[in-house]
């Protein structure tokens, strides 16, 4: 006769104090069962010993002798291999929500039932699967807010939903105080709330892959970041130990000639010294010579001896000061005084330019980009051209809004911001935030942003609109679009129009150029790093005629 497979409760065979299962099962005068270690660790160090389910006492400590048929099944059961408890049969601990079926040591509750107003546990909720009546009645996951799906005032199941109060109701309360309110079932507001859920899901979902290249975009500038600094730490390294090195040759060169000239000085008076001191040498030896001949008593050797040494020889000449000499010294350490006051003059002139940080503030994530041209004249901006940046060929007018390319050069002023070299006029205002204008042309033109510091005169790369990292430039001519920056040349296809709209966005580093015609068409987008404020640039082709105009806009403000 085949043994039958009888399934058995691993939850039976745990232990109520450690909740694995029995080691060395022992069953104590009441009938329940423990782990001998676990039993004896209970017991240990008290005076009376009780059950820790049943809470019967015992006096004395009964003997513990092991269960053989519980140590057995517990046996077979690891060798069934049966896996261990689930989550919904897991025991409730504190703040769990406790099944209100199970007897003895509760289990967990998994969901509620708003019909029988109770929390079950996985093996209590089975009926609620299997049994035709209560497969009808309301399940909700969170057995925790149980009590909050009923009436606190009626105590029963708010089943409508109020949308002139915007919150949910039993159905007394809609006959009550909500009497003349709209009303629906909870179901429908929650099926019409989902198609609105879905919507923003997608909205969201749609956004996700904008935010993931905004922080694709934030992680490749902070690896162009640390890659900067490290080169401009290397570089500013090297050259520092440049400078440092020719201040200390220079230092060592100045000493050099101090000392030379403290030598050749020393020389010198060296010299002189015994030279005098020979000169003295020699009076001493006449004042002996004249004083033996003072003594002498032969009258006509005294006559002929006297006439050859009465003359002296002529002494030479000491100055008692060398102000030459001392000047020398002043003057070299006035020199090197002069030197170090313009190196830290030019350090501190310079150093504000490359200590100023970028502040948080500087940092924001792009914003949207304005849709439609009523949306970018909310941030147009008045534009007016600069006389003092204008090639002597262009002429300005129409407020200095308008420039044309002449045939003789104009009565303009000299100055240091003009171009001499090239056809190119720059805005006054320097540009900085969100910015919009719009430029008209009759044949070809160069509308650019630029850096002030641009080159005035020199080659086309140091010059030139597009032709170095200090611009950026669209030229709009008749066989299309070219974009260019640091001397790199991207064609850009795009529909024909006499307009073109630029939109800055200086904090968020875009760019972007459109072709106006009936609509706004995107030509080129940048997406870089402003270091400094923008001034709009205007190049024209060398041929008279050829004009360009920054056009006058007036702000559209959406009253509210």
Request: glycine share 4%; charged share 25%.
């Amino acid at each position: 006769m085949a043994h039958q497979l009888i399934p058995l409760d691993q939850e039976k065979l745990s232990c109520s104090i450690c909740l694995k299962l029995l080691k060395n099962p022992v069953t104590i005068p009441c009938g329940h069962s423990y782990c001998m270690t676990c039993i004896r660790n209970c017991w240990n160090g008290k005076e009376t010993h009780s059950c820790p389910q049943c809470r019967k006492t015992f006096t004395p400590w009964p003997v513990l002798v092991k269960n053989t048929i519980l140590g057995e099944l517990v046996e077979d059961v690891k060798k069934a291999g049966l896996p261990a408890t689930s989550s919904g049969l897991a025991y409730a601990g504190p703040g769990d929500v406790a099944c209100d079926f199970c007897s003895g040591k509760k289990r967990k509750a998994s969901k509620s039932c708003l019909m029988c107003r109770a929390s079950y546990c996985e093996h209590h909720l089975q009926p609620h699967y299997n049994v035709a009546p209560l497969k009808k009645h309301k399940l909700i996951n969170d057995a925790s807010k149980l009590q909050d799906n009923f009436c606190p005032r009626h105590d029963k199941v708010m089943e409508i939903f109020c949308r002139t109060d915007q919150q949910c109701v039993c159905y007394f309360c809609s006959m009550d105080e909500h009497k003349d309110h709209v009303t629906v079932p909870a179901a429908a507001e929650r099926a019409e709330r989902q198609k609105d859920l879905e919507t923003n899901r997608k909205s969201v979902q749609q956004v996700i892959p904008n935010r993931e290249k905004d922080v694709k975009m934030l992680q490749e500038e902070v690896k162009a970041i640390n890659l900067s600094t490290d080169k401009a730490l290397r570089q500013s390294e090297k050259m520092f130990k440049d400078l440092i090195n020719l201040i200390e040759k220079k230092s060592s060169e100045v000493k050099q000639q101090i000392r030379s000239k403290q030598k050749s000085e020393q020389n010198r008076v060296k010299e002189l010294q015994e030279k005098i001191e020979q000169e003295i040498r020699d009076l001493r030896r006449r004042d002996t010579e004249l004083q033996q001949l003072s003594l002498t008593e032969d009258h006509l050797h005294f006559l002929k001896s006297y006439s050859s040494q009465s003359h002296l020889s002529a002494s030479t000449n000491v100055p008692t000061y060398n102000s030459l000499t001392l000047q020398y010294f002043e003057d070299v350490t006035a020199s090197v005084s002069r030197t170090r006051d313009k190196v830290k003059a030019l350090l501190s002139d310079e150093w504000p330019k490359i200590s100023v940080g970028t502040t948080k503030a500087d940092i924001l994530l792009p914003q949207g980009e304005p849709k439609t041209r009523d949306d970018f004249l909310k941030h147009s901006c008045q534009i007016t051209l600069d006389p003092n940046t204008a090639h002597t060929l262009m002429s300005l007018s129409d407020s200095n809004r308008k420039v044309t390319l002449m045939t003789k050069n104009q009565s303009y002023p000299s100055h240091p911001d003009k171009f001499l070299e090239w056809c190119q006029v720059l805005s006054r205002e320097g540009l900085t935030g969100r910015c919009y204008w719009e430029v008209n042309y009759n044949r070809t033109v160069g509308v650019a942003v630029v850096y002030k510091d641009i080159g005035r005169r020199g080659t086309r790369e140091e010059c030139g609109f597009g032709l170095n990292d200090k611009s950026w430039s669209l030229t709009v001519s008749g066989s299309g679009y070219e974009f260019k920056h640091n001397n790199i040349s991207t064609l850009i296809p795009g529909p024909q129009s006499s307009r073109i709209g630029v939109y800055l966005d200086h904090r968020a580093g875009t760019l972007s150029f459109y072709s106006i015609t009936q609509t706004m068409n995107l030509l080129h987008r940048v997406q870089t790093r402003f270091t400094q404020p923008l001034h709009v640039g205007l190049w024209l082709p060398q041929s008279a005629g050829h004009t360009a105009e920054v056009c006058e806009l007036k702000k559209r403000i959406n009253i509210k």
